[in-house]
Each structure stands twice: as structure tokens, then as C-alpha cells.
């Protein structure tokens, strides 16, 4: 048996306490799956007049995947989207060709404290549906099923595991849980996906016998699940799917198999061509870096959205 990979975050604290641990990607392992970006926010306390909302930024051959633990995040995008993000929801924004969206505190929510706590990823689209029409689809709490196994609470956010199906359309193979461990428990994984990681949101663990603490990510050996035994109660995520059709240059906030993809869409968003989300002037410049040079390097520049 192969060895776990074990992945540590790559810490930015973004101002009021706001931290987002980043896990993907990473030297030791770019992509699991079809997930290529993986952002662990809070938990923090908004209070009023404190917002770290994100202005109007774009994408191309992605899809972002959105998923609160608690809090609040009111999505606008350049198809004309409004959506409020609650806990348990899966907000999937399928980027394709090039959408342009934000993420900003509700209004209903400026006069509150409240704690924002949750998950983004993206997920790379297979290189047949990159220049996909955008769109945007919100799959509320209520719809993600969700069962007792082994005596842990799993939601099937995407795919299909332990029987349940999620709604979630997805363009490949792609599996997402969220898992609660009972103190004492022991949960046996299955090889659901030929590639699967695990993320520890809180709590400690041990996969395979090997500790591992909170805000940490293990990826299996491919084609293999494991068996996690827990002492206290743990939440943690499990993310995988069906492996990359080839590799992807991720700049800024740009996915694409082709290096010249990168570079058009950076004039694109240059030239304020790639759209707009209505009733919102700011929006997040361009930066320099790798777009004035003849070609991008890959992984570099990625911020969160």
C-alpha cells in the first residue's frame, strides 16, 4: 500500500481576523480530481461595518463550488444571478467561456455580528466543456441528501455514495461529503472515486492508523479509500472524483489546458469585455504579473474569491 499524502495550509490572514487556509493547490499535489483550488475561510466573526466582501472578479474553464458551515455570502454574477449562500446549500457557478461575479456581505445582514465560516473549490472543466456557456445553479440545504452511516452523519454534496445520489450536475466524475464523527467512532471509507482526499475542518483523527490534526488534507492512494477512527467528534470533507483529462495552468483567476487561453482572457478582462454584474461599478484589477509576459506560468497568482 501506498503512502497518505499529507498536505499542510498555506495560511493568508485577510484583515479582522478573517483567515482562509489554502490546501490546492500545492507543490506536492496540484489537483484530486477534477478539483484544482481548495480555500478553507474562518470561522469569522463579521460585525457591523467589518465585511470582507469581494468585489467583481472573473473566471474562465472552471466551476466554482461554494459551501457554508454557517454565515451568510450574497452571490451577483454577470448572468444576472442574486443569490443569498446559507449553510448547507451547494452553489455551483459553472465559468466556462467567462463569467464575472462577487461575493459580498447581505444587507440584511449589515447591522448583525455574525460568524462566516465555509468551503470554496473549483473544480477544472473537462477540456470538451471549457468554453462552455456560463451558469449559475443553487442547490438549497433541504435538496443534498444525507443519511446515518456507520454511526456518522454523511450529505452527499456531489455524486453518488453509501446509496444517496446528489442533485448536483456536475461535467465529470466528482464526489463531495460532509461528514460528522461521533466520539469514539470508527468510519470506514470506501474507494469511491479513483482519486479521494480528506479534510480535517476540526478536530483530530486517524486515517489508517496515522494522526492527523485539524486543517489538514490527506490524499489516498489512487483507487483506495481508508479506515478513520476518531476519538473526539470530527468534521471533515471528503473531495475527489475521476482524474484530470491532462494538465491545467491556473493564473490568477484563470483555469485552462491551453497557455494562449490564459493570456486572451487576461486582455478580455483588461479591456472590461468579459462582463459585468449588474447595479456594481468596483470591480478587482487585473494584475500585472504573469499577463505582460508571452506566457503564463502555471499555478501562480490564484487569490480567493
Known amino acids: 500500500m501506498n503512502e497518505l499524502l499529507v498536505l499542510q495550509p498555506n495560511d493568508k490572514d485577510l484583515g479582522g481576523g478573517f483567515k482562509v487556509r489554502r490546501l490546492l493547490p500545492a507543490a506536492k499535489r496540484r489537483s484530486v480530481g477534477p478539483f484544482v483550488f481548495f480555500d478553507h475561510f474562518g470561522p469569522a466573526t463579521e460585525t457591523p461595518g467589518n465585511q470582507h466582501d469581494v468585489?467583481?472578479?472573473?473566471?474562465?474553464?472552471?466551476?466554482?463550488?461554494?459551501?457554508?458551515?454557517?454565515?451568510?455570502?450574497?452571490?451577483?454574477?454577470?448572468?444576472?444571478?442574486?443569490?443569498?449562500?446559507?449553510?448547507?446549500?451547494?452553489?455551483?457557478?459553472?465559468?466556462?467561456?467567462?463569467?464575472?461575479?462577487?461575493?459580498?456581505?447581505?444587507?440584511?445582514?449589515?447591522?448583525?455580528?455574525?460568524?462566516?465560516?465555509?468551503?470554496?473549490?473549483?473544480?477544472?472543466?473537462?477540456?470538451?466543456?471549457?468554453?462552455?456557456?456560463p451558469s449559475f445553479t443553487h442547490t438549497a440545504s433541504r435538496a443534498i441528501p444525507e443519511r446515518d452511516e456507520q454511526g456518522a452523519q454523511v450529505r452527499v454534496l456531489i455524486g453518488e455514495a453509501f446509496g444517496l445520489a446528489s442533485p448536483v450536475k456536475t461535467f465529470a466524475p466528482t464526489v463531495y461529503l460532509d461528514v460528522a464523527l461521533q466520539a469514539g467512532s470508527t468510519f470506514v471509507l470506501p474507494a469511491l472515486a479513483a482519486e479521494l482526499a480528506i479534510y480535517v475542518v476540526d478536530g483530530h483523527l486517524a486515517i489508517d492508523g496515522t494522526p492527523i490534526g485539524a486543517h489538514t488534507m490527506v490524499a489516498l492512494p489512487d483507487g483506495q479509500g481508508a479506515t478513520l477512527t476518531a476519538a473526539d467528534a470530527v468534521r471533515l470533507v471528503v473531495i475527489g472524483g475521476a482524474p484530470l483529462d491532462g494538465?491545467?495552468?491556473?493564473?490568477?483567476?484563470?483555469?485552462?489546458?491551453?497557455?494562449?487561453?490564459?493570456?486572451?482572457?487576461?486582455?478580455?478582462?483588461?479591456?472590461?469585455?468579459?462582463?459585468?454584474?449588474?447595479?456594481?461599478?468596483?470591480?478587482?484589477?487585473?494584475?500585472?504579473?504573469?499577463?505582460?509576459?508571452?506566457?503564463?506560468?502555471?499555478?501562480?497568482g490564484t487569490t480567493p474569491v
Not at 491551453?258 to 470591480?283: C, K, N, S, Y
Open 247 to 300: 494538465p491545467r495552468f491556473i493564473t490568477w483567476n484563470f483555469v485552462s489546458s491551453r497557455r494562449e487561453r490564459i493570456l486572451q482572457a487576461g486582455d478580455d478582462w483588461a479591456a472590461q469585455r468579459m462582463g459585468h454584474v449588474p447595479g456594481e461599478t468596483e470591480f478587482i484589477p487585473l494584475p500585472g504579473h504573469p499577463f505582460k509576459v508571452q506566457s503564463p506560468e502555471p499555478d501562480t
Open 55 to 133: 468585489r467583481p472578479h472573473p473566471h474562465i474553464g472552471l466551476a466554482t463550488v461554494t459551501y457554508l458551515f454557517e454565515g451568510a455570502m450574497m452571490h451577483r454574477d454577470s448572468l444576472g444571478s442574486v443569490q443569498e449562500i446559507l449553510p448547507g446549500a451547494i452553489n455551483w457557478m459553472t465559468a466556462g467561456r467567462g463569467i464575472v461575479h462577487s461575493e459580498r456581505k447581505p444587507e440584511r445582514l449589515m447591522g448583525a455580528e455574525y460568524v462566516n465560516h465555509g468551503l470554496q473549490l473549483w473544480a477544472a472543466l473537462p477540456q470538451a466543456f471549457e468554453e462552455v456557456e
